[in-house]
């Protein structure tokens, strides 16, 4: 039965199991600027957190709240390093944003290729015959 599953089924699966891979990839690069060195991140990212009592849950806000008033206060210090400076270039204080992933034309195929796999590939035609 396995076989069977495996040579009707094999090939799609293992073609949406790499683009959902990619994806994730190219998320993080958008995200992080840089490529994952593994691929532990996007196995972990389903499971499950025990959950926290009440006093860790108040621990765990805290450190998020002083996290971002930190980074905040760096922010801060980096803006005013830049006002002295004065403006260089006009792409400097313009935050860049890096495009990554599939294009248009590249979103439009995968959506080709689903819909062939999803009503086509799998149709009986032993009887279509001149």
Known sequence: MTDIIHQLEGNDIK?????ERRDWIAEQKGLFGKIPANLDGFHARFNE????????????????????????????????????KGKKGDDEGK????????????????????????????RNETENHE
Do not use: H
Request: proline share 3%; glycine share 2%.
């Open 15 to 19: 073609e949406k199991m790499c683009r």
């Open 95 to 122: 935050e860049k944003i890096a495009l990554v992933g599939p294009n248009e034309l590249v979103r439009k195929f995968d959506t080709f290729y689903e819909d062939y796999n999803n009503k086509w590939s799998n």
């Open 49 to 84: 957190q025990e959950a926290l009592t009440p006093e860790q849950e108040a621990e765990r806000i805290a450190a998020e709240e002083e996290a971002a008033k930190a980074k905040k206060d760096k922010k801060k210090k980096k803006d005013k390093k830049k006002k002295k």
